[in-house]
C-alpha cells in the first residue's frame, strides 16, 4: 500500500505539480487548499507525511504546524515546509538600490522570530523545509529520508 502525502498548498499548480511528482514515485498524493482544510484532511485521511506551505490564508503553515505539535496525536507527524520567501526576497534585494539596508529585513526578522518562538514553546522546527520554485527530484528525497518508499 502507497504512503500517503498530503500537500496544503493555497497555490493550485504547486497542489497538482506536486501531486504529480509524489505518485509518479509510488506515494499517494492528498490535496489541502489552506491550513484549515488541511487540519481537516489529517483527521480524516490520516497522511503519513506532510508538505506544508508557509504563507496561505485562513491558516498558515507555521499555524498549522504549531497547532500539530501540540497535538499528541499528531507530534510525531513529519512535515516539510514549503516556502517561496528566500526566493522573492533574494529577488527583491537585487532590485534594491539601496545597498546599506535590504528592504525585507523585517520580514526576514518577522521569521526567525517564530521559528525562534516555536523553539521557545518547546516546538521543535519542521522537519525539512524545501525553497520554492520546487525542485521534485528534491521534494522526493527529503520525503524518501522521512518516510521511505
Not at 77 to 100: F, N, Q, R, W, Y
Amino acid at each position: 500500500m502507497a504512503k500517503r502525502v498530503l500537500v496544503v498548498d493555497d497555490d493550485e499548480n504547486t497542489r497538482r505539480f506536486l501531486s504529480v511528482a509524489l505518485q509518479e514515485n509510488g506515494y499517494e498524493p492528498i490535496t489541502a487548499e489552506d491550513g484549515r482544510d488541511g487540519l481537516e484532511k489529517i483527521e480524516k485521511e490520516k497522511p503519513d507525511l506532510v508538505i506544508l506551505d508557509v504563507m496561505m490564508p485562513k491558516k498558515t503553515g507555521f499555524v498549522l504546524f504549531k497547532q500539530l505539535r501540540r497535538d499528541e496525536k499528531y507530534k510525531d507527524l513529519p512535515v516539510i515546509m514549503l516556502t517561496g520567501v528566500s526566493e522573492v526576497l533574494a529577488g527583491l534585494d537585487e532590485k534594491s538600490e539601496d545597498t546599506h539596508e535590504r528592504p525585507y529585513d523585517s520580514l526576514r526578522e518577522a521569521l526567525r522570530k517564530t521559528i525562534q518562538q516555536m523553539r521557545e514553546e518547546g516546538l521543535v522546527k519542521p522537519d525539512m523545509f524545501v525553497d520554492k520554485p520546487i525542485d521534485p527530484e528534491q521534494v522526493i528525497s527529503k520525503v524518501r529520508k522521512l518516510i521511505g518508499d
